[in-house]
């Protein structure tokens, strides 16, 4: 193969030719604020190559990264597809258990994983039989080897020649309905979102500072951290601890980054932060948001606070990143934009017919990023993947002026009087009262077992209790008087997932 795609050439060692070398590619916000340059990303990530392959771990074999955002990250990341073994990174925040299953179900061959995730995942790994090393981030205990005694003697490796088809890494799905599935992903499709969504609508360009929130195990953060400033020269700011608004806001202040990704959740969470400690010096030109649909009265808020809108957008694991979106320019707070240049979108009824504007279909999406397929799981692979289209699972809205309207995900909508009730609609109602921070809805049945809504609410204020029927009147008030919630329950928080989706199957077991 002459023309090698290995996409660790063009994401990492493109920068040598193109005088980066020296140009800090990484920086970590804690800790010894350690820094690593392009230059020192190719040779490092060169050298895991080696380092692989001298440890008897072969081609399409996987390696499983359950690594903090730290800056040993991104070489095992880029040396993995630079050998040609299928990078697996991990939600760090799952249990021993699911742990388990997903060493097993990946066949993993190699461990690398931070000291501090070492005590949860060391029982799975021991009941794990294909797993032949297991490699520290940190102090190693016995059975296990650190990551520099690894390395040690390592020499830089070339590339091995793939071509864009080629499956370079997994991500497994966050699991918010269930066990997490291992979605295959190729070389070609890191390139793919970087051509659309990174330069078409973010413009990431190379004197940005990206500060993403959002981790690098999930698709969402691999972007916004990982692809796209690589793929521009860029600089990204690391932080392996908790997001708090407190955190975020003192980062955003130290940092001074320019590009800043959230989550829904936590733009809400810090809205009210910065109401009251006051919006913190930072030179931000872009905001993203992506994992589920932002509420208009946050988007608006933000955008008071910080004069910089939120881009909100929609993605997907199995798109790798967003592929519907606001743009820059043409925000429409309350609706998902319209498609990312070089996707195409479709909406469709029960039957895959295609449903006109006002009408509410499945979102269906075209495009180049589109996983191969799930592992092991033939199945779900063909109701999902469908030739050339993915089902997202998601439904929406086309409004007559040609933007998308999230109305809730396929398995929440439920009927009300014969009627399609959108969870999302009635939360977004709810979400705009002052006294309320978030808001999940899902259907309860009544004495007569006919579905209501049902919204499980947490307040900004705890202190200060509000009746039930207020909120009840607020919502037919804004929306209807038949889609309020017939039941309020309020709760200290909401189950989610480590992508900050609301986990409303968890409260459709409670109500």
């Given at each position: 193969?002459?023309?090698?795609?290995?996409?660790?050439?063009?994401?990492?060692?493109?920068?040598?030719?193109?005088?980066?070398?020296?140009?800090?590619?990484?920086?970590?916000?804690?800790?010894?604020?350690?820094?690593?340059?392009?230059?020192?990303?190719?040779?490092?990530?060169?050298?895991?190559?080696?380092?692989?392959?001298?440890?008897?771990?072969?081609?399409?074999?996987?390696?499983?990264?359950?690594?903090?955002?730290?800056?040993?990250?991104?070489?095992?990341?880029?040396?993995?597809?630079?050998?040609?073994?299928?990078?697996?990174?991990?939600?760090?925040?799952?249990?021993?258990?699911?742990?388990?299953?997903?060493?097993?179900?990946?066949?993993?061959?190699?461990?690398?994983?931070?000291?501090?995730?070492?005590?949860?995942?060391?029982?799975?790994?021991?009941?794990?039989?294909?797993?032949?090393?297991?490699?520290?981030?940190?102090?190693?205990?016995?059975?296990?080897?650190?990551?520099?005694?690894?390395?040690?003697?390592?020499?830089?490796?070339?590339?091995?020649?793939?071509?864009?088809?080629?499956?370079?890494?997994?991500?497994?799905?966050?699991?918010?309905?269930?066990?997490?599935?291992?979605?295959?992903?190729?070389?070609?499709?890191?390139?793919?979102?970087?051509?659309?969504?990174?330069?078409?609508?973010?413009?990431?360009?190379?004197?940005?500072?990206?500060?993403?929130?959002?981790?690098?195990?999930?698709?969402?953060?691999?972007?916004?951290?990982?692809?796209?400033?690589?793929?521009?020269?860029?600089?990204?700011?690391?932080?392996?601890?908790?997001?708090?608004?407190d955190g975020v806001a003192d980062i955003l202040a130290s940092e001074?980054?320019?590009?800043?990704?959230?989550?829904?959740?936590?733009?809400?969470?810090?809205?009210?932060?910065?109401?009251?400690?006051?919006?913190?010096?930072?030179?931000?030109?872009?905001?993203?948001?992506?994992?589920?649909?932002?509420?208009?009265?946050i988007g608006k808020t933000w955008h008071q606070l910080w004069g910089?809108?939120?881009?909100?957008?929609?993605?997907?694991?199995?798109?790798?990143?967003?592929?519907?979106?606001?743009?820059?320019?043409?925000?429409?707070?309350?609706?998902?934009?319209?498609?990312?240049?070089?996707?195409?979108?479709?909406?469709?009824?029960?039957?895959?017919?295609?449903?006109?504007?006002?009408?509410?279909?499945?979102?269906?999406?075209?495009?180049?990023?589109?996983?191969?397929?799930?592992?092991?799981?033939?199945?779900k692979s063909r109701a999902t993947f469908e030739g050339e289209w993915?089902?997202?699972?998601?439904?929406?809205?086309?409004?007559?002026?040609?933007?998308?309207?999230?109305?809730?995900?396929?398995?929440?909508?439920?009927?009300?009087?014969?009627?399609?009730?959108?969870?999302?609609?009635?939360?977004?109602?709810?979400?705009?009262?002052?006294?309320?921070?978030?808001?999940?809805?899902?259907?309860?049945?009544?004495?007569?077992?006919?579905?209501?809504?049902?919204?499980?609410?947490?307040?900004?204020?705890?202190?200060?209790?509000?009746?039930?029927?207020?909120?009840?009147?607020?919502?037919?008030?804004?929306?209807?008087?038949?889609?309020?919630?017939?039941?309020?329950?309020?709760?200290?928080?909401?189950?989610?997932?480590?992508?900050?989706?609301?986990?409303?199957?968890?409260?459709?077991?409670?109500?």
């Open positions: 193969m002459t023309d090698n795609r290995n996409a660790a050439l063009w994401f990492v060692d493109r920068h040598l030719q193109e005088g980066r070398a020296d140009k800090v590619a990484f920086r970590e916000a804690a800790g010894d604020k350690r820094r690593m340059t392009y230059g020192h990303l190719a040779h490092e990530s060169a050298r895991v190559a080696d380092a692989l392959q001298r440890a008897g771990i072969n081609r399409e074999e996987r390696a499983v990264m359950l690594m903090l955002d730290q800056l040993e990250f991104p070489p095992v990341f880029w040396g993995c597809l630079k050998a040609g073994v299928v990078a697996v990174p991990l939600n760090t925040l799952l249990a021993t258990d699911v742990y388990e299953v997903i060493l097993n179900d990946a066949r993993a061959a190699i461990l690398f994983v931070s000291e501090e995730l070492l005590p949860v995942v060391l029982p799975a790994a021991r009941n794990t039989p294909s797993l032949r090393k297991i490699v520290v981030v940190g102090d190693a205990p016995d059975g296990t080897i650190s990551f520099d005694t690894f390395m040690d003697g390592a020499a830089p490796a070339d590339a091995v020649p793939v071509s864009d088809d080629e499956c370079a890494f997994w991500l497994y799905s966050s699991g918010s309905t269930g066990q997490p599935k291992g979605v295959r992903h190729v070389h070609g499709a890191l390139k793919a979102t970087a051509d659309t969504y990174g330069a078409q609508v973010l413009g990431i360009h190379e004197d940005d500072t990206v500060y993403s929130v959002a981790k690098l195990f999930f698709a969402y953060g691999l972007g916004n951290a990982m692809t796209f400033p690589l793929s521009v020269g860029a600089t990204t700011v690391l932080f392996q601890g908790r997001p708090t608004p001074k980054p320019t590009v800043f990704c959230g989550v829904p959740t936590l733009y809400a969470a810090l809205v009210q932060h910065l109401q009251k400690a006051g919006t913190p010096d930072a030179p931000l030109r872009a905001c993203i948001s992506a994992g589920e649909a932002l509420p208009e009265e910089v809108d939120i881009l909100d957008g929609v993605g997907s694991t199995e798109m790798l990143h967003i592929f519907l979106s606001n743009a820059p320019g043409d925000v429409a707070y309350g609706t998902s934009g319209t498609a990312v240049p070089g996707y195409e979108l479709r909406l469709v009824d029960e039957d895959g017919n295609d449903v006109a504007t006002g009408e509410i279909g499945e979102l269906l999406v075209r495009g180049a990023s589109a996983a191969d397929g799930y592992w092991n799981k033939r199945d993915t089902r997202t699972g998601d439904k929406y809205e086309r409004r007559e002026d040609g933007r998308f309207v999230y109305c809730g995900r396929t398995d929440d909508m439920f009927k009300v009087s014969g009627i399609w009730v959108s969870p999302f609609e009635v939360e977004q109602s709810l979400i705009s009262h002052p006294a309320v921070l978030e808001a999940a809805v899902v259907p309860a049945r009544d004495d007569e077992g006919l579905e209501k809504p049902k919204a499980y609410i947490v307040l900004k204020d705890v202190s200060t209790p509000i009746p039930d029927s207020d909120l009840k009147d607020y919502v037919k008030e804004k929306i209807g008087k038949w889609k309020y919630p017939r039941w309020i329950e309020f709760v200290e928080d909401l189950p989610k997932t480590a992508t900050g989706k609301i986990q409303r199957f968890k409260l459709r077991e409670l109500a």
